[in-house]
């Protein structure tokens, strides 16, 4: 040790009123910076919020504790943003191969994971409505679409309209569900909002009220009463699938060629 080190004080030990402070913080943490991917995720969560007809920009730079002016550096407009979100859909999804054997259980599976994409966000089919698919990012998606049906035999003609048909069907769909899940909502309060509208009560009435018309004047609603309406979106899904892939297959070549 050295004769500067031994004259050099000792440090005091920290005085009781020192103990209890934090540490001397450095700076404040920075704050995240503004992305477009970070404004989709902000209007995603107001749109489960608020719905469709709540979602606004305004209520978006809320959510991220900015400034409405900042959200028009990476987005254009209120529609931009829907586009963004409605795109947001496909991200990770990737259209199998066409194959010619199994051409409408790949409709399937595509049908079965667009439903399921469009319900995690609330008024999802309401956008996706509203948009067409045929943006650059988009465009890929179309094409292999189009060649699941082209390479499955169907004529062009139908070819070309079978996508939009699957596409309406799903969007139609998922729209009912949502209106009626709101249903459900605005009767049970706001704390009753299921992922999937339980109208097995409604459906039950619905039948007993068939099933009690006179039988001379509605002998068919008599008839089907008990099959018209049932409490599985699942199975009525299924089945309106797969009435529209029937009818697309009626339109492929048979063994002679013809149609």
Request: glycine share 6%; aromatic share 8%; hydrophobic share 40%.
């Amino acid at each position: 040790m050295t004769d500067a080190a031994a004259d050099t004080p000792p440090t005091p030990p920290p005085s009781p009123w020192d103990r209890k402070r934090p540490a001397r913080s450095h700076g404040a943490p920075a704050r995240e910076p503004l992305s477009r991917e970070r404004i989709v995720e902000a209007a995603f969560t107001v749109l489960d919020r608020q719905g469709l007809d709540g979602l606004s920009m305004r209520q978006v730079a809320a959510e991220l504790g900015v400034t409405v002016s900042a959200l028009y550096a990476h987005v254009s407009s209120k529609d931009d943003l829907l586009e963004l979100m409605y795109t947001r859909l496909f991200d990770g999804f990737t259209m199998p191969a066409p194959d010619p054997e199994r051409w409408q259980e790949q409709v399937r599976e595509y049908a079965h994971w667009g439903r399921r994409r469009l319900l995690e966000h609330r008024d999802m089919a309401r956008i996706s409505m509203a948009h067409v698919p045929f943006t650059a990012e988009l465009l890929p998606h179309v094409e292999a679409l189009l060649a699941m049906f082209r390479t499955a035999g169907l004529p062009d003609r139908i070819a070309a309209e079978a996508g939009d048909l699957i596409s309406t069907y799903i969007d139609g769909f998922v729209l009912e569900e949502g209106m009626w899940r709101d249903r459900v909502a605005r009767q049970g309060g706001d704390d009753a909002a299921p992922d999937r509208p339980d109208v097995s009560g409604m459906a039950e009435q619905m039948q007993e009220y068939f099933a009690s018309l006179p039988a001379e004047d509605f002998p068919h609603l008599r008839a089907v009463a008990g099959l018209m309406v049932t409490d599985s979106s699942d199975d009525r899904f299924d089945i309106g699938l797969e009435i529209i892939l029937r009818g697309l297959a009626s339109y492929l070549p048979d063994e002679r060629g013809e149609r």
